[in-house]
């Protein structure tokens, strides 16, 4: 009779056993989620900026070779002006970028 109830006890302790280590398993589970999802968006906000620094960059060089051309010919031309336009709407785009994170991050305070 006492070797059905140490059966019973032992089957008790090994299911408590087993919902500890699942639940710590599901907890683990939820905080791995939970962490790619934020490096995920990470990854994107990383991607968006570096597509935005490239543009820039390609605005700056139309920029410098424009003015260099300007300077050569001595006079502004055509192509200043669309350098111009192209580095100050890339600018803009940018500006914009960090406004959208700037808000982002204000509003999770």
Do not use: H, P, W
């Amino acid at each position: 009779m006492m070797a059905a109830y140490i059966g019973e006890i032992i089957s008790g302790a090994v299911l408590v056993l087993v919902t500890i280590i699942e639940a710590r398993a599901t907890i683990e589970r939820r905080e791995r989620s939970a962490e790619k999802a934020k490096n995920d968006q990470r990854a994107e906000l990383r991607a968006k900026e570096s597509i935005l620094s490239m543009q820039m960059q390609s605005a700056a060089l139309d920029l410098s070779d424009a003015t260099a051309l300007a300077v050569q010919q001595g006079k502004c031309n055509g192509e200043l002006v669309r350098a111009r336009v192209k580095a100050q709407a890339a600018q803009e785009e940018y500006e914009k970028f960090l406004r959208e994170i700037g808000a982002k991050e204000t509003t999770k305070i």
